[in-house]
């Protein structure tokens, strides 16, 4: 039979172990939001990139025209333009977004290398690579050189930012990839946790003694 003392000594460690995890989670979670597309911002290298992944149901947005994209972000209106910043060849979709984010302070800020399929957000329209097939994969991104999210006028990392499209709901969400530092303190917590963990374990095996 365990005694009484070690059964709820036991239920305890699984609560702290329960949130050592937890706080893990929280630590490495990119977005709070399921997207149909994440883009993901990071400070790299002296850099700012913006990469995204995912695809898109844009059948109930109507029909597409024809369009250009110039790569670069205008977080005080909302805009992202994951494009050459010469211009790319895209197809526009006009009233494609039911809800808009600002995301800083910051005005408009031209990108200064770009690879993949190019991809843009606004208050009220979405551009796609043109001929897109619905539901289809795309992914690529934007740099910034010798940037920073300060200098761009991002002003807030902490939380994602979703725009939705209309007619499907699918969402288009933009999040901070977490510094290296970051992720290093989450580690130094769930260290915490394990030395109290074993710390307390020998105690109560002189305590049962």
Known sequence: MIPPLVNVYRRGINMRMFLAAFVFLICLDTASTQAAILIQMQETAGNVVFAYSGSLDVSGVGSPGLSFSFGGITPSGGDISLASPGGTATEIYSAAIATSQIFGSGGRAPGSQFLGDPLSVSSSAITMPRNYVNNSQISGSLTFQGQTFNSLGVDNVSAPYVWT???????????????????????LLIGWFAVRHKRRHRSLGTMVR
């Open 165 to 187: 499209v209309n007619g499907s709901g699918d969402t288009i969400t933009l999040s901070a990839v977490p510094e290296p530092s970051s992720i290093a303190a989450c580690f």
